[in-house]
């Protein structure tokens, strides 16, 4: 023992290690032997549920086959004729008389026919009536378990079939089989010796059976599949009846190999632990006797003999050996190479520096090794020189203050810092100075140099010249500038282009609106001669042309500028282009032209896009075409584009007539390109000489989800006389607009003039000023029901004149205001409704779109005030007897207050729909005193009508407000001083 290390001899270490080598084996017999007999299970118990399988597939197909003979002959109408030679003939061509016999038996059992007797004459009874009730019970087949023949005594089997009239069993058809039959179909060349098969009924009767005959003589009451004394046992149970079928095989099947087995690999074992034993024990003794060589040998070495090696039959031996007897001869030559080993390294080391300095002096930044404290110049490489002009005298008076450029020297700082505080790397960039005066940018890469002695650099720093690189960044920042400044100098462009817009299209406007009101005025005045109505269609044809022109050149400028929106929707798509064609056919039909229109059936009825944008490319087309035409016909198709899904191809042609080549095309053809390219599109042109352009383009307009009914036909009105429409008033909404107040804000006298005579004639009353500070004035003296506010006016304009009438502390600041303006682009719009407008009217005014639009804001603030044979006599907005009680009772000034008070608390509640509702009864009681009946009554309602009732309180509360200044005057009140009144 050495050291508390056991030892034992190599012999035994040998014979340990066979023991240990046995372990293995023994194991693995073991678990292959387990391992065996789980497999051999398996594969036997799969080879028997294949057996099994079978056999139950073969019988049950057997079995349904005479189940479905049985069945037919069942059915035979010879059976209802009562003949039964006819029934006996058609039983024995269904079913071979050698394999099966059919019978036909009554329900007591008594049979009427028997194909296997010669006559049908003394036939026996049935057996088994119980199966005949089961049979009866179920109406349906019933396969028997094994019996015995009547006639023969044979083991037999039977198939029961009923015979079912008017829905009960009358009869029964019987399929009788020898058992033999049975054992005949579950012979298989997989069931031999030791396996066995059988067929058991549902009684326990073996119906038939094959292999060993004593492996299946047991009783069985249940299915049962598994190994019981040593017999391995799979079941199947039929889907036609409740047999069964069984198949196994012997112990000795699965036991017989498994010994055989387990002998020879006992045998084998023995035979590789002898041997193995015998080769261990001689091994180790060879072993055992190098050892001890290669022991003495090692001793030799440490006492500094060279070894010599020796051959062994042991392959490991002798090479350790040989290395033993190498190394004792390598020792002697190491030792005198050592010295040249050094002399070599410092050889190298020397070289080494030298490409180092030529490194240092051929690279093309500065390096400088900078001592401790004030950061003083160490060594330079030589590139230090030549970028910066300064020699070894030079650089032995230089400092970082005179070095560094002053505005830079903070920087210079900061790297020192954090250099100082251990952050290493620290970058920097900033003007040095040349020798000769000039500021150079360099950039420096410092760190600190770790490990270094006091007496030594603590600091490298790398410098680089990036004197033009900076001067490029100056001129790209430079070049920046200048684009950031065409960029504004193109955005002022846009906008001077938007508002030049705006401009013109406010100064054509305004003329064209006083041409049209006019000349609608003039045609209204009265009879007028043919050249007068001639000369005045022309007059309104010229307008409406330059209006499309503006509309075009404003469509452009939207389309261009990138505020072009499309706004999708479900239509009819036949609606929409018919209603073009009918827009557009009166025009044609001056000219001699026929407008054809052709849809294809199959299109859909409704379709998903932007119904106001086809119409505008298709009018826009129409009118090109029409514009030299003269006589012909001219035809809008539409059909599905093949091999495109939902895309409608629009065709525009036209044959015969005279259209000279046009000159120019004008806007109308430009504006329906470029739509047709926002809506995914692409116009083609085709031009003849002697004819107009035809026009092709496809889009993609999906089938709408909403279904659309046709629309329902309308019948033209009758042409009016002449003399009784010249003193009839003109279609509008007239009758709404009567009596109303409107206060009219414009600067033109013309417009004043024009807009004045139209309202007069549909019976409004019509106040003017000229200005918007004006209008402020005229809406607190007397609140009007609407204001139409010119947007363009000088001194005011209408947008501050709105934005401050809304900000009035005055029930006038509820009036509607509808602006007049010629800028109609989004932007100018837009704004319109920011200043509170609450619609807009665009000029040139026409009659029916103004009365139309004031009537639709009308009825927010105006009950309809029609004459009194008409309605009964409404009730009074405020109630003067009982205001004068209150007056009698406060007086003058407190009533005046108390009733601001109640107006302001009105402004509080109506703005929430929840807190009116929840202090109607409260407001009412309170409006009530003050004589307010009107909306006390309709405040009364509001718990139960609803949504009606709520806009009738607003109403109400509207009508206070336009009789407070009759009543208190118009000054502003304090909700919070006023409120105590109530």
């Given at each position: 023992?050495?050291?508390?290390?056991?030892?034992?001899?190599?012999?035994?270490?040998?014979?340990?290690?066979?023991?240990?080598?046995?372990?293995?084996?023994?194991?693995?017999?073991?678990?292959?032997?387990?391992?065996?007999?789980?497999?051999?299970?398996?594969?036997?118990?799969?080879?028997l549920?294949l057996?099994?399988?079978?056999?139950?597939?073969?019988?049950?197909?057997?079995?349904?086959?005479?189940?479905?003979?049985?069945?037919?002959?069942?059915?035979?109408?010879?059976?209802?004729?009562?003949?039964?030679?006819?029934?006996?003939?058609?039983?024995l061509?269904?079913?071979?008389?050698?394999?099966?016999?059919?019978?036909?038996?009554?329900?007591?059992?008594?049979?009427r026919?028997?194909?296997?007797?010669?006559?049908?004459?003394?036939l026996?009874?049935?057996p088994?009536?119980?199966?005949?009730?089961?049979?009866?019970?179920?109406?349906r087949p019933?396969?028997s378990g094994?019996?015995?023949?009547?006639?023969?005594?044979r083991?037999?089997?039977?198939?029961?079939a009923?015979?079912?009239?008017d829905?009960?069993?009358?009869?029964?058809v019987?399929?009788?089989?020898?058992?033999?039959?049975?054992?005949?179909l579950?012979?298989?060349?997989?069931v031999?010796?030791?396996?066995?098969?059988?067929v058991?009924?549902?009684n326990?009767?073996?119906?038939?059976?094959?292999?060993?005959?004593?492996?299946?003589?047991?009783?069985?009451?249940?299915?049962?599949?598994?190994?019981?004394?040593?017999?391995?046992?799979?079941?199947?149970t039929?889907?036609?009846?409740?047999?069964?079928?069984?198949?196994?095989?012997?112990?000795?099947?699965?036991?017989?190999p498994?010994?055989?087995?387990?002998?020879?690999?006992?045998?084998?074992?023995?035979?590789?632990?002898?041997?193995g034993?015998?080769?261990?024990?001689?091994?180790?003794?060879?072993?055992?006797?190098?050892?001890?060589?290669?022991?003495?040998?090692?001793?030799?070495?440490?006492?500094?003999?060279?070894?010599?090696?020796?051959?062994?039959?042991i392959?490991?031996?002798?090479?350790?050996?040989?290395?033993?007897?190498?190394?004792s001869?390598?020792?002697?030559d190491?030792?005198?190479?050592?010295?040249?080993?050094?002399?070599?390294?410092?050889?190298?080391?020397?070289?080494?520096?030298?490409r180092?300095?030529?490194l240092?002096?051929?690279?093309?930044?500065?390096?400088?090794?900078?001592?401790?404290?004030?950061?003083?110049?160490?060594?330079?490489?030589?590139?230090?020189?030549?970028?910066?002009?300064?020699?070894?005298?030079?650089r032995?008076?230089?400092?970082?203050?005179?070095?560094?450029?002053?505005?830079d020297?903070?920087?210079?700082?900061?790297?020192?810092?954090?250099?100082?505080?251990?952050?290493?790397?620290?970058t920097?960039?900033f003007?040095?100075?040349?020798?000769?005066?000039?500021?150079?940018?360099?950039?420096c890469?410092?760190?600190?140099?770790?490990?270094?002695?006091?007496?030594?650099?603590?600091?490298?720093?790398?410098?680089?010249?990036?004197?033009?690189?900076k001067?490029?960044?100056?001129?790209?920042?430079?070049?920046?500038?200048?684009?950031?400044?065409?960029?504004?100098?193109?955005?002022?462009?846009?906008?001077?282009?938007s508002?030049?817009?705006?401009?013109?299209?406010h100064?054509i406007?305004?003329?064209?609106?006083t041409?049209?009101?006019?000349?609608?005025?003039?045609?209204?005045?009265?009879?007028?001669?043919?050249?007068?109505?001639?000369?005045l269609?022309?007059?309104?044809?010229?307008?409406?042309?330059?209006?499309?022109?503006?509309?075009?050149?404003?469509?452009?400028?939207?389309?261009?500028?990138?505020?072009?929106?499309?706004?999708?929707?479900?239509?009819?798509l036949?609606?929409?282009?018919?209603?073009?064609t009918a827009?557009?056919?009166?025009?044609?039909?001056?000219?001699?032209?026929?407008?054809?229109?052709?849809?294809?059936?199959?299109?859909?009825?409704?379709?998903?896009g932007?119904?106001?944008?086809?119409?505008?490319?298709?009018?826009?087309?129409?009118?090109?075409?029409?514009?030299?035409?003269?006589?012909?016909?001219v035809?809008?198709?539409?059909?599905?584009?093949?091999?495109?899904?939902?895309?409608?191809?629009?065709?525009?042609?036209?044959?015969?007539?005279?259209?000279p080549?046009?000159?120019?095309?004008?806007?109308?053809?430009?504006?329906?390109?470029?739509?047709?390219?926002?809506?995914?599109?692409?116009?083609?042109?085709?031009?003849?000489?002697?004819?107009?352009?035809?026009?092709?383009f496809?889009?993609?307009?999906?089938?709408?989800?909403?279904?659309?009914?046709?629309?329902?036909?309308?019948?033209?009105?009758?042409?009016?006389?002449?003399t009784?429409?010249?003193?009839?008033?003109?279609p509008?909404?007239?009758?709404?607009l009567?009596?109303?107040?409107?206060?009219?804000?414009?600067?033109?006298?013309?417009?004043q003039?024009?807009?004045r005579?139209?309202?007069?004639?549909?019976?409004?009353?019509?106040?003017?000023?000229?200005?918007?500070?004006?209008?402020?004035?005229?809406?607190?003296?007397?609140?009007?029901?609407?204001?139409?506010?010119?947007?363009?006016?000088?001194?005011?304009?209408?947008?501050?004149?709105t934005?401050?009438i809304?900000?009035l502390?005055?029930?006038?600041?509820?009036?509607?205001?509808?602006?007049l303006?010629?800028?109609?682009?989004?932007?100018?719009?837009?704004a319109?409704?920011?200043?509170?407008?609450?619609?807009?009217?665009?000029?040139?005014?026409?009659?029916d779109r103004?009365?139309?639009?004031?009537?639709?804001?009308?009825?927010?603030?105006m009950?309809?005030?029609?004459?009194?044979?008409?309605?009964?006599?409404?009730?009074?907005?405020?109630?003067?007897?009982?205001?004068?009680?209150l007056v009698?009772?406060?007086?003058?000034?407190?009533?005046r207050?108390?009733?601001?008070?109640?107006?302001?608390?009105?402004?509080?509640?109506?703005?929430?729909?929840?807190?009116?509702?929840?202090?109607?009864?409260?407001?009412?009681?309170?409006?009530?005193?003050?004589?307010?009946?009107?909306?006390?009554?309709?405040?009364?309602?509001?718990e139960?009508?609803?949504?009606?009732?709520?806009?009738?309180?607003?109403?109400?509360?509207?009508?206070?407000?336009?009789?407070?200044?009759?009543?208190?005057?118009?000054?502003?009140?304090?909700v919070?001083?006023?409120?105590?009144?109530?």
């Amino acid at each position: 023992m050495t050291g508390g290390v056991r030892s034992r001899p190599l012999v035994v270490s040998f014979a340990l290690f066979a023991l240990a080598l046995m372990v293995p084996p023994a194991t693995v017999a073991v678990v292959a032997t387990r391992w065996y007999v789980i497999s051999e299970q398996e594969r036997l118990s799969h080879t028997l549920a294949l057996i099994a399988e079978e056999i139950r597939s073969r019988i049950d197909h057997d079995l349904a086959q005479m189940e479905t003979v049985a069945r037919t002959l069942a059915a035979s109408p010879s059976i209802d004729a009562g003949d039964l030679a006819a029934f006996r003939i058609q039983a024995l061509a269904s079913f071979d008389p050698a394999e099966a016999t059919v019978t036909l038996a009554d329900l007591d059992g008594r049979q009427r026919v028997n194909t296997r007797a010669s006559d049908d004459s003394a036939l026996p009874t049935l057996p088994r009536p119980d199966l005949i009730a089961r049979l009866v019970a179920t109406r349906r087949p019933v396969i028997s378990g094994l019996m015995s023949s009547p006639l023969t005594g044979r083991p037999i089997v039977s198939v029961f079939a009923p015979v079912i009239r008017d829905g009960a069993v009358v009869r029964l058809v019987a399929l009788v089989a020898l058992a033999d039959r049975f054992e005949a179909l579950i012979r298989s060349p997989h069931v031999t010796d030791p396996y066995w098969a059988s067929v058991i009924d549902g009684n326990g009767e073996v119906v038939a059976r094959i292999g060993q005959a004593d492996a299946v003589d047991e009783p069985t009451s249940a299915s049962q599949s598994g190994a019981e004394d040593g017999i391995l046992r799979i079941e199947e149970t039929s889907r036609l009846s409740d047999w069964r079928f069984a198949t196994g095989v012997g112990r000795d099947a699965l036991e017989a190999p498994l010994r055989r087995s387990l002998l020879l690999l006992l045998t084998f074992a023995l035979a590789l632990i002898g041997l193995g034993g015998w080769f261990a024990l001689r091994t180790a003794r060879r072993i055992a006797r190098a050892a001890a060589r290669l022991a003495a040998e090692a001793e030799g070495i440490g006492r500094g003999e060279v070894v010599a090696a020796q051959d062994s039959v042991i392959r490991e031996v002798r090479v350790v050996e040989h290395a033993l007897a190498s190394a004792s001869r390598t020792l002697h030559d190491q030792r005198a190479a050592l010295d040249a080993a050094q002399a070599a390294l410092a050889a190298r080391a020397e070289a080494s520096q030298s490409r180092f300095r030529m490194l240092a002096d051929n690279v093309g930044d500065i390096i400088v090794l900078f001592g401790a404290g004030a950061w003083t110049f160490g060594e330079v490489s030589p590139s230090f020189e030549r970028m910066l002009g300064y020699d070894a005298a030079a650089r032995a008076g230089l400092t970082l203050t005179g070095f560094v450029h002053p505005e830079d020297r903070r920087i210079v700082e900061d790297m020192r810092a954090a250099l100082s505080t251990g952050q290493s790397p620290a970058t920097g960039l900033f003007r040095a100075r040349h020798r000769d005066g000039a500021w150079l940018w360099l950039e420096c890469v410092s760190s600190r140099i770790e490990g270094a002695d006091p007496s030594e650099p603590q600091v490298i720093a790398v410098m680089r010249d990036v004197t033009a690189r900076k001067q490029q960044a100056d001129e790209l920042r430079l070049a920046c500038d200048m684009a950031e400044l065409a960029k504004a100098k193109a955005e002022n462009a846009s906008r001077a282009k938007s508002e030049f817009l705006a401009m013109m299209s406010h100064e054509i406007r305004t003329p064209l609106a006083t041409i049209r009101g006019y000349a609608e005025l003039l045609g209204s005045s009265g009879p007028l001669s043919a050249e007068q109505a001639r000369s005045l269609a022309r007059v309104s044809e010229a307008t409406g042309t330059m209006l499309t022109a503006v509309d075009d050149i404003l469509d452009v400028a939207r389309i261009e500028a990138g505020d072009f929106q499309l706004r999708e929707e479900d239509f009819s798509l036949a609606e929409a282009v018919e209603s073009v064609t009918a827009f557009v056919r009166p025009a044609a039909a001056e000219k001699g032209v026929t407008l054809g229109l052709s849809i294809e059936p199959e299109l859909p009825r409704a379709v998903r896009g932007d119904p106001r944008r086809l119409r505008q490319i298709l009018l826009n087309l129409l009118n090109v075409n029409l514009r030299e035409r003269r006589g012909g016909l001219v035809t809008l198709s539409l059909y599905a584009l093949r091999g495109a899904e939902n895309r409608i191809s629009f065709a525009l042609t036209g044959s015969g007539g005279h259209a000279p080549p046009a000159e120019r095309n004008g806007l109308g053809l430009a504006i329906a390109g470029r739509l047709i390219a926002r809506m995914g599109g692409r116009l083609e042109t085709v031009s003849f000489a002697g004819e107009a352009s035809s026009h092709r383009f496809s889009l993609h307009l999906p089938a709408a989800e909403t279904a659309f009914a046709p629309a329902a036909p309308q019948t033209a009105p009758a042409e009016p006389d002449a003399t009784a429409a010249a003193d009839a008033e003109p279609p509008t909404a007239g009758g709404l607009l009567a009596g109303a107040k409107i206060l009219l804000v414009e600067d033109h006298t013309i417009n004043q003039a024009l807009i004045r005579r139209l309202l007069e004639r549909q019976g409004c009353r019509v106040a003017v000023v000229e200005d918007g500070a004006a209008a402020i004035e005229a809406v607190q003296a007397h609140i009007p029901d609407l204001v139409l506010m010119d947007v363009q006016m000088p001194g005011m304009d209408g947008l501050t004149a709105t934005r401050r009438i809304r900000a009035l502390p005055h029930p006038c600041r509820h009036v509607p205001i509808l602006g007049l303006t010629a800028n109609v682009l989004p932007e100018q719009v837009y704004a319109i409704r920011e200043a509170g407008m609450n619609g807009h009217i665009a000029k040139p005014v026409d009659r029916d779109r103004l009365c139309a639009a004031i009537a639709e804001h009308l009825p927010a603030v105006m009950l309809a005030e029609v004459p009194a044979t008409t309605t009964p006599a409404s009730m009074p907005v405020i109630d003067r007897a009982a205001y004068d009680r209150l007056v009698g009772s406060l007086g003058t000034e407190s009533a005046r207050g108390a009733l601001r008070g109640f107006v302001a608390l009105l402004d509080v509640t109506f703005s929430d729909a929840a807190i009116l509702r929840a202090e109607a009864p409260t407001i009412a009681s309170g409006a009530r005193r003050f004589g307010l009946t009107d909306l006390a009554a309709a405040l009364d309602g509001l718990e139960q009508d609803g949504d009606a009732a709520l806009r009738r309180c607003h109403v109400a509360r509207d009508l206070v407000g336009r009789a407070m200044d009759e009543l208190v005057g118009v000054a502003p009140v304090e909700v919070s001083a006023l409120i105590a009144h109530l």
